[in-house]
């Protein structure tokens, strides 16, 4: 998949791209393909790392470890602001992919407490996603980031689901305004809405 039309990348330029779908709509797969041309590729996963705990985790993070090329790297860690905005910046070579937003926030919100309603949990998560803003957009990477879009799915039961949901919902709004483009993908179809 190539990115289309205006605000295409130029080299030496920052290009932020984030790529929304609900769950198996083909979002990773989308992030991917636009990547797919490029010899090196940082490939940043957010979740946590499988074990035998989680069959259905470690199922997943197989398939899409077996989808990478070998040429890629492989970064698994939270700390997104070092990988977005490196120093020295003559580091940048290339692109980076975000998989995916969704698990960086919900392991940043299990972190810091806030599930628990630990004191200054609220306060760290919005500065931790105040940061993650700051270095998106100082990046001066090509960068891709998959999200889940989570505003047309069903309304959660619990208020840990709400919070969930609205926390993640502002991120993506957030992101996708400081985006050159913005990708949805239904059912395995990507549409560009930015």
Known sequence: ???????RPRRGRPFRVL??????SGKSVTAERMLAG??????VATGAVPDDADPAWAARVNA??????ARWTTLETRDLA??????????IVAPVLVECLSTWLAGVMDDLGVWEGRDGADGELASRVDGLLDAWRATRRHVVAVSNEVGS??????????RYRDELGALNARIAAECEQAWYCVAGIPRRIK
Do not use: C, F, I, K
């Open 19 to 24: 790529v929304l779908g609900g769950a198996r």
């Open 1 to 7: 998949m190539m990115l289309l039309g205006r605000n």
């Open 38 to 43: 490029h010899d090196r590729v940082d490939y």
């Open 82 to 91: 070092p990988v977005l905005t490196p120093s020295p910046p003559e580091r």
């Open 64 to 69: 899409h470890r077996q989808r990478r090329p």
């Open 153 to 162: 799915g069903v309304v959660p039961a619990t208020s840990s689901g709400v």
